[in-house]
């Protein structure tokens, strides 16, 4: 059986369609032939979504995600079969300043997705809860790569909002409810369709291209891991099939995926740059970082795939080199579409 042949006709139901990661996977399962709705707090049009034109071929329905009541309404009216939930308030640095916004959007926008599956138990074949490697919090080196049984020890809003959520749906997919529910925990995600341009690499991107001046928030000695979005859509498609066919094998389960491959955030920046062929801006750059302090973030984390590969026999397709390359050449159409140069 294809891949096409699994999903054709599945409804599959997306929070955070309008995000980068949401976007993405919508595009993937349109292209499978899937019927795909996804809620939508508003149509800001400046979105992959809206640019691929992948809105005009799925449901958009606009809610809040803290509505338990339309929530149910669309699992159950729209014959929900595959439950993506994606939808967040992502931004470390906005947790920090508003940490209750993103408590209520995080925590509550998750129990309330949850208890609307709990309440169509015979509809939902299989639900993926977006957690983040963010959720574990801050441990040493020597204890890198995060394993999926470690404690979740975290102290920023974000990272604590995340981690609560994570736990919830854990508990709805214990043996007191049995629902098909299990947990994704990726490292950082770029490729198309990235436009927070406070993320990393569309704004070094989008600098590196001429765009606007690259104002680095650290030092660069930061470790972190990077996933092309390609390769996370594969796998949800993967995990979420599986789950399907079989809901008691895996309901529960949480899954890291990274590429193994840890790195400076100041090594990706270099890639950027040069890639792009603008090693004079670069010296810049690096000018710009030496001695700088970042605040607010954990500064290393990474973690490994050896889970997800023994249980669903995946791993990224996708180098580092290579996610940046197609990024940086999806970007110079988009940019010049939308920005004018500095």
């Known amino acids: 059986m294809t891949e096409k042949d699994k999903w054709a006709g599945k409804n599959v ?20 032939g899937a019927n795909v709705f996804g809620l939508i707090r508003n149509r800001n049009m400046r979105t992959f979504l809206y640019y691929e034109g992948i809105a005009d071929r799925v449901t ?72 983040t490697d963010k959720a574990y919090g801050q441990y040493r080196i020597d204890q890198m790569p995060y394993k999926e049984d470690y404690p979740l020890i975290p102290i920023y809003p974000y990272d604590v909002s995340k981690a609560c959520a994570d736990m ?69 498609t993967v995990i979420g099939a599986k789950i399907g066919r079989d809901p008691s094998k895996h309901a529960g389960e949480v899954f890291n995926a990274g590429t193994n491959s840890p790195i400076s955030v100041r090594s990706v920046i270099e890639e950027i740059y040069t890639a ?24 290393q984390q990474y973690m490994d795939f050896e889970k997800v590969n023994r249980y669903f026999d995946w791993k990224p397709k996708h180098s580092l080199k290579e996610g940046i390359a197609k990024t940086i050449e999806w970007f110079k159409v988009y940019l010049a579409d939308n920005y004018n140069r500095k």
């Open 13 to 32: 139901f997306i929070t955070g369609i309008n995000g980068f990661i949401g976007g993405n996977l919508a595009k993937r399962f349109v292209s499978l």
């Open 60 to 131: 958009l329905i606009k809610g809040d995600l803290t509505d338990k009541d339309l929530l149910l309404r669309i699992i159950s009216e729209e014959q929900i079969n595959y439950v993506y939930h994606l939808a967040a308030q992502v931004e470390v640095g906005v947790g920090m300043i508003n940490p209750f916004d993103t408590f209520e959007v995080n925590i509550k926008g998750t129990y309330s997705l949850l208890e609307a599956v709990r309440l169509c138990p015979d509809k939902v074949k299989a639900m993926i809860v977006a957690s």
């Open 168 to 236: 919830i749906a854990r508990s709805y997919a214990s043996d007191i409810y049995n629902l098909p529910i299990v947990v994704t925990r990726f490292c950082n995600i770029y490729g198309p369709g990235q436009l927070n341009f406070s993320a990393l690499l569309p704004d070094a991107i989008r600098s590196a291209l001429g765009y606007t001046t690259f104002i680095p928030r650290g030092s660069g000695e930061q470790i972190r891991d990077f996933i092309y979005v390609d390769d996370v859509a594969d796998l949800y």
């Open 276 to 299: 792009v062929s603008n090693e004079k801006e670069l010296q810049k750059v690096i000018e710009r970082m030496e001695g700088k302090k970042t605040t607010g973030e954990i500064q």
